[in-house]
């Protein structure tokens, strides 16, 4: 059951994508630079969004039955796939939100949704609720994490204008851009579950969503990071070069400082975590997968600031370029690699983390290729590198620890 979730929520993340087109991005970096454009954008991300989600909900009911899902499965993407509408409009809100600098309200609406899910949730299963249930009470809370922040909206928007149809369609001209990066990020973080249900039997695809959630999980530090600061980067880049600078460097010697004691920590109590939360018997496949990804956090960590970067210095352009490369990319290594594992180690995950940690040098490399010359200079790597001496030591450490009991 848990790989039928898994498989849903990566085919609605995907078509969520859609739904929002771009606007993470675009809204937030127009209302960071004239806040007094924030209702009248808000009206007309709103109405593009709603559209974009009739497309993408038929788009999901197609692709279920195209695919010869089983009913159970059909219903668990059609819940998800209603609760996407709530959710692409509470996405417009929450940009605004970030635009303005105020994460308090969004933090709120995250912490309402979250707990109530796991009270509910946990409380579901401990009565024996099958995977439909569970998805609807996501979808549930989802709708109560959009109420929250319509409750406050008032806060940064005092009136609400007509819609504007030539508004609108600018607003899908300038996202296109962060459209086609965020289409990106979305496939690369979820094709791979789809691509591996129709190419490995369902327990593969479990034991993979096992791991991956930890990896999903750990990527809350540099994701609560940008949200903070690409507004921040956005309005600077425009006023304060060199405040600019810096804040880029602090951001990366930070983030990557964070990540790698999070990646050595992941790989060594690989077993331990897998073992704690789902258990040896029916996971140890899992184990292995786990210790893939830890490979690949500190590349993502540093990735996040330097894609933040990129967008940030109005380079989007550039970089959907870069995008459309990466998402046929990532999909090709998932196409050679996953059967692979499957055939050689009876995991098709296997292939499919190993295709996560090149896509990542990939876009590490690309970005670095397209930040503005005078963003980073060789005094931005003394953090990282002093990072990459503790990592050192922690893994000796660990290793001398292990030794000896």
């Excluded at 591996?196 to 990896?215: C, D, K």
């Excluded at 956090?297 to 970089?319: C, E, G, H, M």
């Excluded at 190993?354 to 953090?383: G, H, R, Y």
Aim: hydrophobic content about 55%.
């Amino acid at each position: 059951d848990f790989g039928k979730v898994y498989l849903a929520s990566s085919i609605t993340m995907i078509f969520q994508v859609v739904v929002n087109f771009g606007g993470h991005y675009f809204v937030t970096k127009e209302v960071s630079r004239s806040r007094e454009s924030a209702p009248q954008l808000l009206v007309n991300s709103i109405g593009v969004r709603i559209l974009f989600w009739v497309i993408s909900f038929v788009a999901m009911v197609a692709l279920s039955y195209l695919a010869g899902y089983s009913p159970d499965k059909k219903m668990i993407i059609l819940i998800l796939g209603v609760s996407m509408l709530w959710a692409g409009v509470g996405g417009v809100l929450m940009n605004c939100f970030q635009g303005f600098e105020m994460m308090w309200y969004p933090s709120l609406a995250a912490i309402v949704d979250r707990v109530f899910i796991t009270v509910v949730a946990v409380g579901a299963l401990l009565l024996g609720a099958n995977a439909v249930v569970i998805v609807a009470i996501m979808a549930t809370g989802a709708l109560l994490h959009f109420l929250v922040l319509v409750r406050f909206a008032p806060r940064i928007i005092t009136h609400l204008p007509k819609f504007d149809w030539k508004g609108a369609a600018d607003v899908v001209k300038w996202s296109v851009p962060y459209f086609l990066t965020t289409t990106f990020s979305m496939v690369y973080f979820r094709v791979d579950a789809i691509m591996m249900s129709l190419m490995t039997p369902e327990a593969v695809v479990g034991w993979y969503g096992a791991a991956y959630r930890f990896f999903d999980i750990l990527m809350f530090l540099p994701f609560i990071f940008t949200t903070a600061v690409f507004p921040v980067l956005s309005r600077l880049w425009k006023q304060e070069q060199e405040m600019l600078t810096k804040t880029a460097i602090k951001s990366l010697g930070f983030i990557v400082l964070a990540g790698i004691p999070v990646s050595i920590s992941l790989f060594f109590f690989a077993e331990q975590i897998i073992s704690l939360f789902f258990g040896m018997k029916q996971y140890s496949s899992s184990v292995g997968l786990l210790k893939i990804f830890s490979l690949s956090l500190p590349f993502l960590y540093a990735d996040f600031i330097l894609v933040n970067t990129v967008l940030a210095s109005d380079k989007q352009r550039q970089w959907s370029k870069v995008a459309l490369v990466a998402i046929p990319l990532n999909i090709l290594l998932n196409y050679l690699l996953i059967p692979y594992a499957q055939a050689h180690f009876n995991n098709g995950g296997i292939g499919a983390a190993l295709a996560t940690i090149a896509t990542e040098l990939f876009i590490m490399c690309n970005a670095v290729v397209l930040i503005p010359k005078d963003v980073f200079t060789t005094s931005s790597l003394v953090a990282p590198l002093k990072a990459i001496g503790a990592g050192i030591l922690m893994v000796g450490s660990i290793w001398f620890a292990r030794s000896w009991g």
